[in-house]
């Protein structure tokens, strides 16, 4: 089959799925059709993966109407993958993006994905071959380095601010304790946006325990104590990637049997494990009758009917800058976002090696100093990336009538 002349582009989606990747997938492929000397915009399906094995789509013969319907839609419409690829599956991806002419290639991911990305252009450099390689930012963790926030994070901050503002007004009209685990392996950001979903000062959740901070079981359950005592009930938002003093998940000391993932991981995601045994343990050392625990799992990463227009706006231009930085730049690198003013962002193209493999973590002064609640930065910091339309909840304000039998 003849290749058509002109540039040939490739973009994938890498990691787990988010509520407004699709806005950055479609970014891609609208800016790119803007551009002349573009003859194909291909889609690999299912990430490197997909790469590997040339199973690519041709995403140049898409409707700009359905590209927009899709775009609106969460999840990887490409489909995704969690493979980390070493430099041998690299090399291998390098080959298919030669033998298919590919120009530019973008990869939709986290810090992992950033990684292949630097991996694949320096392939590119040394055997001389003309790619210009972008990574494009994605996950829900907040966790890339040189980014404000990362596209894909504050929409699933809104669905756990929501969700937790629901579950604290449950536990209000029926009190006790309220467990949820929230992802979040090494940062925090996605636990502490619980603290968004208060409105009263009595409101929960009353305890957020993040990855930042060292988790002491002794001392998780004073806490609870003091707190049920105060409020005659206690929500409590924790994150999946707690940890002792020696950095050791405290899933892993809690459960017999655990799974590890594609990077050899604890899987600590979407098993219920964590949050059962700290109801346990509440149940077994406070003696606390009526306690409950939930994990929010992945409901958090592509809930339909919970996305930030901010979230959807940001992603759309990360791809569509990704693209301009391709077309009009002269080097490869990672989109970034960076705040400006209250509230704006812009972009940069920052060097891939920044961000490649790297975790950033949440700042001391986004967590309070007690390490079980935020501070009034983080929410400052986190409010305007919810977007608007943000639900509310309001009280009753009773006028107590007189008793009669029990004066």
């Not at 045994?277 to 509440?282: D, F, G, N, P, S």
Request: proline share 4%.
């Amino acid at each position: 089959m003849r290749q058509t002349d002109g540039t040939r582009i490739l973009v994938a989606q890498g990691g787990g799925p988010t509520a407004v990747i699709n806005q950055s997938l479609v970014g891609v492929v609208l800016e790119a059709r803007r551009h002349e000397g573009i003859a194909r915009v291909y889609g690999a399906r299912h990430g490197v993966r997909g790469i590997v094995n040339e199973d690519f789509v041709d995403l140049t013969q898409e409707t700009s109407h359905n590209l927009e319907l899709v775009a609106g839609t969460p999840a990887s419409a490409l489909g995704s993958t969690r493979d980390k690829p070493d430099l041998a599956y690299c090399q291998e991806i390098f080959k298919v993006l030669r033998a298919h002419g590919i120009g530019h290639f973008f990869y939709i991911g986290g810090n992992d994905s950033s990684d292949t990305v630097r991996i694949v252009a320096d392939e590119a450099r040394k055997a001389g071959y003309p790619l210009r390689s972008i990574h494009i930012p994605k996950t829900i963790d907040n966790d890339l380095v040189a980014n404000d926030h990362t596209p894909g994070f504050p929409s699933a901050a809104r669905f756990v601010a929501q969700a937790f503002a629901g579950a604290n007004l449950d536990n209000a009209a029926l009190p006790g304790v309220y467990v949820a685990v929230v992802m979040g392996r090494h940062a925090g950001f996605l636990t502490a946006a619980s603290a968004l979903g208060k409105k009263f000062p009595d409101d929960g959740p009353h305890l957020i325990y993040l990855p930042e901070r060292v988790f002491e079981i002794e001392r998780f359950l004073a806490d609870v104590k003091a707190m049920h005592q105060r409020h005659g009930r206690c929500v409590i938002a924790v994150s999946e990637g707690i940890h002792d003093a020696a950095g050791k998940p405290i899933a892993a000391q809690l459960a017999k049997d655990l799974e590890t993932d594609a990077h050899g991981n604890v899987q600590l995601s979407g098993s219920g494990a964590l949050a059962d045994l700290l109801c346990e343990e509440i149940k077994a050392k406070l003696g606390i009758k009526r306690v409950r625990g939930d994990t929010f799992g992945y409901v958090q990463r592509s809930f339909v009917g919970c996305v930030s227009d901010v979230d959807q706006r940001e992603a759309r231009e990360v791809g569509e800058k990704a693209v301009q930085y391709a077309m009009w730049g002269e080097r490869d690198g990672s989109v970034a976002i960076k705040r400006t003013g209250f509230y704006s962002v812009d972009y940069e193209l920052v060097p891939l090696e920044d961000v490649a493999g790297k975790t950033r973590v949440m700042d001391d002064a986004f967590i309070a100093d007690n390490g079980t609640d935020v501070t009034d930065a983080f929410r400052l910091y986190l409010r305007p990336l919810l977007g608007s339309g943000m639900p509310d909840a309001y009280r009753l304000r009773p006028a107590p009538v007189p008793k009669v039998l029990r004066a």
